[in-house]
């Protein structure tokens, strides 16, 4: 089974991002917030987050468990926010990244050849919309607040970039640099509903992602996972399903849920929702 995370550890840079895998690949891991089709080629965009890198230590942004508000400031204006896939027939021909220190960039990696080259970037702002949002939505800071196309966060005014402005920018970029042209490479990324139905048949018996016939007649039986913390082996078949559905693509919690379910035939029961997140957010290796 092609494990999609791994396309996106190599098209990070390591001169960028310090810390790698066992494998000398950089990790930051992130998710896919949109996809736009237009008349030769699919543009794909992607939202590094902060939750799950910057506090967890298998991820190359790692700074602590519980990262201050000057830490969470400083990351969120400078670690890289949204990364673009084009792709034609699903095979990736480009990506193109923004990079914002030591001066905001836009570089492209041609995936067939692994050539990469830089362009100027004139968006203006301090912090894209994606950040603001997921600043607000997770909580980092009870009192932020987006007004007026700013984010009140730790006590300072940050100008947002928007994603329409970020959208415009990549999509006059492609054009001008005619990176809808270029040839594809033989890396295919698959559909999430193509993704769905390889995790379903993996998760069948004798299947890569198959964590429970084994344990069948032992799913009750107590386990420690480290000192001082037990679980079955059940939880822990469980978690790591989970995990295995984050490190091949799945988007989302929420679809990790749904595949599962569909898997099951029924609807999830509170034990496998919890112990499915714990291993999505890789919480037992923090």
């Given at each position: 089974m092609k494990y999609i995370i791994?396309?996106?550890?190599?098209?990070n840079f390591g001169k960028t991002y310090s810390q790698t895998d066992k494998n000398g690949n950089p990790i930051f891991n992130s998710i896919i917030t949109s996809e736009q089709e237009f008349e030769n080629f699919k543009l794909i965009s992607n939202y590094y987050t902060l939750e799950n890198n910057i506090e967890n230590k298998n991820s190359s942004v790692y700074i602590s468990d519980?990262?201050?508000?000057?830490?969470i400031e400083k990351s969120a204006i400078e670690l890289s926010s949204d990364f673009f896939l084009i792709t034609r027939n699903q095979h990736i021909s480009n990506m193109v990244l923004i990079v914002n220190e030591p001066k905001r960039t836009f570089i492209v990696i041609d995936i067939a050849t692994n050539k990469q080259s830089e362009f100027d970037c004139d968006l203006k702002g301090d912090i894209t919309e994606n950040r603001a949002n997921e600043?607000?939505?997770?909580?980092?800071?009870?009192?932020?607040?987006?007004?007026?196309?700013k984010l009140y966060f730790n006590d300072k005014k940050l100008k947002i970039t928007t994603n329409t402005d970020i959208n415009k920018a990549v999509l006059s970029l492609i054009k001008k640099q005619e990176l809808d042209k270029t040839i594809t490479s033989n890396v295919k990324i698959p559909t999430q509903e193509e993704l769905k139905d390889i995790i379903l048949a993996e998760t069948k018996e004798g299947g890569q992602l198959d964590?429970?016939?084994?344990?069948?007649?032992?799913?009750?039986?107590?386990?420690?996972?480290k000192p001082g913390v037990f679980s079955t082996k059940l939880g822990i078949a469980l978690y790591k399903w989970g995990r295995a559905t984050f490190e091949n693509?799945?988007?989302?919690?929420?679809?990790?849920y749904r595949i599962f379910a569909e898997f099951?035939?029924?609807e999830l029961n509170r034990n496998e929702k919890d112990y499915i997140k714990l291993g999505f957010n890789k919480e037992l290796e923090k």
């Open positions: 791994l396309l996106l550890l190599i098209l519980k990262p201050s508000l000057n830490e600043i607000i939505k997770v909580g980092f800071d009870s009192n932020a607040k987006i007004q007026k196309g964590y429970f016939t084994e344990i069948k007649g032992k799913e009750y039986d107590g386990v420690q996972i693509g799945v988007n989302t919690l929420e679809d990790s099951k035939g029924r």
